[in-house]
């Protein structure tokens, strides 16, 4: 079983980030923006038991490549929308990403979440507006730190537990997933795809 998440936000934002602390566990201050669409892919184990892939699509935030982005929208089977807590502008821009999601995506149920990164440095949202735009959205919202690993594996996680038991219809349904790693070798499924 492989579930694909896809990201959504600003370029900048720390979507790279926030996969590279999940996927290997590092933080780079010196990143450098994506370039196209990349892919990383860790396997875990439900409930200590079944394989699950957890296939985290990572799109580049500049405009020129949104084309390419869409094109991976309607594949995907769920998505974080990721703003930055000390860029305004990023948190204002959600709106966008969220609308390119709805026109691009064949079905609009699909699980979201909202990240607001960089939680390790000074904010410049105010938080009743997000509280307000979480509402009115009817959207979980997280706050995160790929810098200081602050609910990274615990978003993502949390993710993966919503989709295994949407698509999961096979089996019954339990109030309790537990989602644990498997003993990995030293070697990242992570690859870039597209590069212009």
């Known amino acids: 079983m492989t579930f694909k998440i896809i990201t959504l ?3 900048g934002v720390g979507k790279t980030s ?3 602390r999940y996927i290997k566990n590092v933080f780079d201050d010196c990143i450098t923006s994506t370039l196209g669409v990349s892919f990383a892919i860790k396997e875990v184990l439900v409930n200590k038991k079944e394989k699950v892939r957890l296939k ?3 799109t580049c935030g500049q405009e020129k490549y949104q084309a390419l982005t869409s094109s991976y929208l309607k594949n995907a089977d769920a998505v974080l929308f990721i703003f930055a807590l000390n860029d305004k ?3 204002d821009n959600i709106k966008k990403w969220m609308d390119l999601f709805y026109e691009k995506s064949i079905i609009n149920e699909k699980p979201q979440m909202l990240l607001g990164n960089k939680s390790d440095l000074p ?3 105010n938080e009743n507006l997000i509280n307000e735009f979480v509402n009115n959205n009817n959207i979980k919202y997280i706050k995160t730190s790929a810098k200081n690993k602050i609910n990274i594996n615990e978003s993502i996680e949390e993710m993966g537990k919503i989709l295994y038991q949407k ?3 096979s089996k019954s ?3 309790k997933i537990i989602i644990s790693y498997k003993e ?3 070697k990242y499924d992570c690859f870039l795809c597209a590069t212009k």
Do not use: P, V
């Open 9 to 11: 936000g600003d370029s």
């Open 18 to 20: 926030i996969i590279n």
């Open 56 to 58: 985290l699509i990572d």
């Open 89 to 91: 502008e990023s948190f």
């Open 123 to 125: 904010y410049e949202i």
């Open 167 to 169: 698509y999961n219809h």
């Open 173 to 175: 349904r339990q109030s």
């Open 184 to 186: 990995q070798k030293k």
